[in-house]
């Protein structure tokens, strides 16, 4: 998952859980936007090591 996407999951699912006061049957809309930004935080994180990972791996120095 990319920060990007992590970004809109995060947007996404705050809209739901505090703008969205619709009611579905079956389906609370709240904790489906509490979900999606806990998956989206969990991205951000995943994808920051990632980048953190590969922006250490440059070539190592001449002696």
């Known amino acids: ?16 859980h505090f703008a969205v006061t619709a009611d579905l049957a079956g389906i609370d809309i709240q904790v489906v936007g509490t979900i999606l930004m806990i998956v989206g935080v969990l991205g951000f994180a995943i994808s920051l090591f990632f980048y953190f990972q590969a922006r250490d791996r440059g070539a190592p120095p001449p002696l």
């Open 1 to 16: 998952m990319s920060l990007g996407a992590s970004l809109f999951l995060i947007a996404v699912g705050a809209i739901l």
